[in-house]
């Protein structure tokens, strides 16, 4: 039974700096977001504020939606993060369900769920800078003594980190299980059919119709919404808990 369960293969190189190679993470995700983006542009194509078509009700489902989960999330102050929060979902579960196209899921690269946490760091920090200022934002880091600043810097960075293996061990771990049925279920399609004289027919891994069926219904769909979700929900506690400052100096 082989079965690879490797990182993302180098699909070609790119003859400058000394040669760029480009793996099928970095294909599958520029796929998808061309997909993504010709889809959105489908969707706001044509709006109108009175008979609006199928697809224009759809779009304001799915914006209101999303700016009511915001708002309950994070406040008025946190509207303005809704399309990042909006597309940081859709490439996170889009991510993790495209291997049921047949691509390798690029959420089961820690080099992008890596780059979803980074961007969360910085736009968490960058709003503590600026609703404290850069003194405050210093200050914070020695609160409620100075003793505990080694503490709160790891406490910080360890943020990004937890978001980035959280995501990225549920989707490779789910990549890896499904891999290892798919071999079980052929390995054991060829035992049952052994005895039959005829090697077309025993190498049908027939066993494998049905059962994978139901575990990609999890870890494919359920997994990837229930990843995209909690990427999301840990993505606005965060900002919003810088925000809370700044909404005190404005209430103030």
Known sequence: MDINIQGPKILFTIPVLGGIEISETVVCQWIFMVIIIAVALWLVRDMKRKSISGKQAAAEIIVNMLNKLVLDTMGKTGLKYAPYIGTLFIMSFMGSISGIFGFRPYTANIAVTAAFALVTFVMTQYMSIKSSGLKGWVKSYMEP???????????????????????????????????????ALA?????????????????????????????????????AFMQAYIICMLTMVFVADACAVEDAQNVA
């Open 145 to 183: 003594t100075p003793l505990l600043l080694p503490l709160n810097i790891i406490s910080n960075l360890a943020t990004p980190v937890s978001i980035a293996f959280r995501h990225f061990g549920n989707i490779f771990a789910g990549t890896v299980v499904t891999a290892l049925v798919y071999g």
């Open 187 to 223: 390995s054991l399609s060829a035992v049952v059919l052994q005895w039959i004289p005829n090697a077309f027919i025993n190498s049908i891994p027939f066993l494998q119709v049905g059962i994978p069926a139901v575990l990609s219904l999890y870890f494919d769909w359920f997994g």
